[in-house]
């Protein structure tokens, strides 16, 4: 992945002497802004260290959000990588980069989708708005890693249900537990307002601890 990156970057002819950000402290120590401040400038350690940073949960977004009829997860995957190659220097720090990333990654996901599934494409576009007013998240509502996820067994049964959820509300838990992303960045990836991807997030997660509960061992 890095050697494509690198390539593509050489066929720019990016050759400037880098000027980096945050000089003295080594790639993986920088904030996301300043490697792609580094990476616009020529530093390819600074792409290293992005790619390093967020691709697992880049990687389980789009696996999770891809239809296997749809392609190849990890063409998808390697697209991305390439389309923030290619668009660095369009970037601004005003946006966070992981949010700036995985709304590079939902359209290219879109995209691919709308070939092969088009009405689910559809679902994912279609900005519903929440109906009755809902009270903020607290931490203590998402389902955790214990919770969520008893052996292997649990994982697929986790898998399972999180297919049997509608899209929009599959790709709100994906972002939010996958992606680690606020209500916030979440509302600005999938284009909603706030309240949707808050009405959005809560359903979700209501079925889910409703289907999952069946299996949870009970406690002594």
Same mark, same amino acid.
């Given at each position: 992945?890095? *050697?494509?990156?690198?390539? !593509? ?5 990016? #050759?400037?002497? $880098?000027?980096?950000?945050?000089? /003295?402290?080594? %790639?993986? %120590? @920088?904030?996301?802004? *300043? ?23 880049? #990687? ?13 997860? /990890? !063409? ?8 923030? +190659? ?12 992981? +949010? ?5 990654? @939902? ?6 989708? &709308?070939?092969?599934? $088009? ?10 708005? %929440?109906? !009755?007013?809902?009270?903020?998240? %607290?931490?203590?509502?998402?389902? +955790?890693?214990?919770?969520?996820? /008893?052996?292997? &067994? ?5 898998? /399972? ?10 790709? *709100? ?11 916030? !960045? ?9 309240? +949707? *991807? ?23």
């Amino acid at each position: 992945m890095t *050697a494509l990156a690198a390539t !593509d970057v050489r066929r720019g002819r990016l #050759y400037s002497r $880098p000027m980096s950000a945050e000089p /003295d402290k080594p %790639a993986e %120590a @920088r904030s996301d802004a *300043a490697l792609m401040a580094a990476f616009a400038a020529g530093e390819m350690a600074a792409f290293d260290a992005l790619y390093a940073r967020h691709r697992g949960a880049l #990687y389980a977004y789009l696996a999770r959000l891809l239809p296997s009829s749809a392609g190849n997860v /990890d !063409d998808l995957f390697q697209e991305v990588w390439v389309r923030v +190659t290619r668009e660095r220097a369009r970037y601004k720090p005003e946006a966070a980069f992981r +949010t700036w990333l995985f709304t590079i990654a @939902r359209n290219l996901a879109i995209d691919l989708i &709308r070939r092969h599934q $088009p009405l689910l494409a559809s679902e994912l576009q279609h900005n519903d708005d %929440a109906g !009755d007013p809902l009270e903020a998240i %607290a931490d203590d509502a998402r389902p +955790t890693p214990g919770e969520a996820i /008893d052996g292997a &067994r649990m994982n697929q049964r986790l898998h /399972d249900a999180l297919a049997s959820l509608p899209a929009v509300q599959r790709e *709100a838990i994906l972002l939010r537990e996958y992606g680690e992303h606020s209500l916030e !960045d979440i509302a600005r990836i999938t284009g909603v307002n706030a309240e +949707t *991807a808050k009405s959005r997030l809560r359903y979700a997660l209501g079925k889910l601890r409703s289907l999952l509960m069946p299996y949870k061992e009970p406690q002594s």
